[in-house]
């Protein structure tokens, strides 16, 4: 069994992202716009990640905080003025939002030029397309993970659990794309699948965003299985001085031993997400100067 390794892999991308910047070193850095609406605990956390890693590497990020009571209109508004704005590369707005803002809303008024989360749905059908496009984030994190540790995916059967817009189905389309990592057969399940482990018993490839803990166990997984674990969850374990452990959706401990590689939770997934983000925003600010 061999890990996959994100914090390596993250920081291997962040210094091609760094070596990209100090080429560009004469003209401005850089930069992100973040918008987070209310203090959702988790959000708080990812942000203040997400700003720490872009002031790390050269990156310049501005925060934008607006309260959960801002209306639609109003945050609908302050993200054309970021359109506007030239001298910002990237616009994400931190997910989950209030229940009266509309997510489709807010993610098709991004300048699809400037959405660094590729969440629009332009960026989405260029990616189906196999088109060059701002690839999301946590999915283009997964296909630099495959493609560091060169795993082989053509032909190969890879189940993807959990259809979300922001992982799975992102995933899905990524995995099946006439590229490489991708020409794999896959199979989307989620919360209506019935019988999962038939599928997962028949999985060369399971990437898993599910967010439940633990959910994949090792009597639902075959021999020389590649597994990605996207889920990160706090569970209560009395045996540490915190009274808490982290673990992602699968059984790490029986499903290891029976596969070719793994992610652990944490030091995965999650950080090749924050490497991608910021991948993407100087891919945007890069455009703007290779072309002069
Ligand atoms: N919330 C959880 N993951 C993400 C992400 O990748 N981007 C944004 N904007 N919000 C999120």
Redesign the pocket.
């Known amino acids: 069994m061999n890990l996959l390794d994100g914090k390596i892999v993250s920081e291997h991308l962040l210094n091609q992202v760094s070596q990209n910047i100090q080429k560009f070193s004469k003209e401005r850095p850089p930069h992100l716009a973040i918008i987070m609406i209310g203090n959702h605990p ?2 708080e956390t ?1 942000v203040n990640a997400k700003i720490k890693t872009c002031e790390k590497y050269g990156i310049k990020g501005s925060l934008y905080h607006f309260p959960e009571t801002i209306s639609e209109k109003k945050l609908l508004q302050e993200i054309q003025i970021l359109n506007e704005y030239s001298e910002i590369d990237g616009i ?5 939002l209030p229940k009266h803002i509309s997510e489709n809303q807010v993610i098709e008024t991004i300048s699809p030029h400037k959405d660094v ?1 590729g ?1 629009h749905p332009v960026n989405i059908g260029r990616m189906s397309k196999n088109l060059t496009s701002l690839l ?3 999915p283009g994190g997964i296909l630099e993970l495959l493609k560091y540790y060169q795993i082989e995916t053509v032909g190969k059967h890879c189940v993807v659990i959990g259809r979300s817009n ?2 799975g189905t992102p995933m899905s389309i990524l995995m099946s794309r006439n590229a490489y990592p991708g020409n794999c057969t896959v199979t989307l399940c989620h919360t209506k699948t019935k019988n999962l482990d038939f599928f997962t018993k028949n999985a060369d490839i399971i990437i898993i965003a599910a967010g439940q803990p633990e959910l994949l166990k090792g009597n639902m997984v075959k021999e020389g299985v590649v597994v990605i674990d996207v889920g990160i969850h706090r569970v209560t374990d009395n045996t540490k001085k915190t009274g808490f452990r982290l673990t992602g959706d699968v059984e790490f401990d029986s499903v290891a031993p029976k596969c070719s590689y793994i992610t652990p939770v944490p030091g995965g997934v999650g950080p090749m ?1 924050i490497a991608v ?1 910021l991948k993407n925003t100087c891919q945007v600010w890069l455009q703007k100067f290779q072309n002069q």
């Open positions: 988790a959000s990812y994400i707005v931190q997910l989950p989360d969440f999301p984030a946590t922001i992982v997400t983000l």
